[in-house]
């Protein structure tokens, strides 16, 4: 299997997890330098990194290639790479808007289509998409983020649609706040106080715990499950208070070093 943005957080995990069911991994991103230490932590060379700067499509198409090349087949693929910026929609520079659009949106698309015609000939295959709650809710200021998750979760049911009768199931996860080094960075007491109220698990979820489904959509146990955005948010989404009062107590807020993520 193939996963992109794997050298932290989200993509990490999902690493780590297909490793440890004994699948071969090649864990793709823009730092080689901490895709090596990934590797390092897997034995039996189940795990080989392979960098790649999926700003282009060059790149994401090479990405796929090696990665076929270098396991002789691929029945997985992950599209996690992801980036973000902060800052207001009357602020949001070209450049941003399409570095954005680039990474989130089209290297998915550049990959699942060189992916897609690999996995028709060898008879099917398994692509995840990871989108985002922001697929269905505002969450400023990050309008080019929201932008392309959105799209992905609908670039996810149109390749499902047309590809499912090649036997090729397209599937997205949809994060809600996790721990990863790209968003504790800018946790203070007070957005813990005002993210975590709207989590009815009143956490942040863990980066394994994205991974879990994942490996679940990837697995024969969801054989007859395509073309779905799975929301794993703790609840978030599901509603709100609507007394303050009812609200059950926020935990402590307890620092955390994005380097350590």
Known sequence: MLVSGASSGIGRAIALAFAAEGASV??????????EELVATVPGGLMVPLVADLRSPTEARRMVSEAIERLGDLDVLVNNAGIAYLEPFLEVSEEHWSETLAVNLSAAFHASQIAARHMVDRGGGCIVNVSSIDAFVAESPSVHYMASKAALAHLTRAIAFELGHRGIRCNAICPGLTKTAMTVGGWTPDF????????????????AEQAAVVLFLCSDAASYINGETIIVDGGQLAGF??????????PPFEPLDPSAL
């Open 26 to 35: 090649v864990a793709c991103a823009r730092r080689g330098e901490r895709l």
């Open 192 to 207: 813990w106080e005002a993210y975590i109220r709207r989590i009815p698990l009143r956490r942040p979820a863990e980066p």
């Open 241 to 250: 208070w609507y007394r303050p009062e009812d609200e059950p107590p926020v």
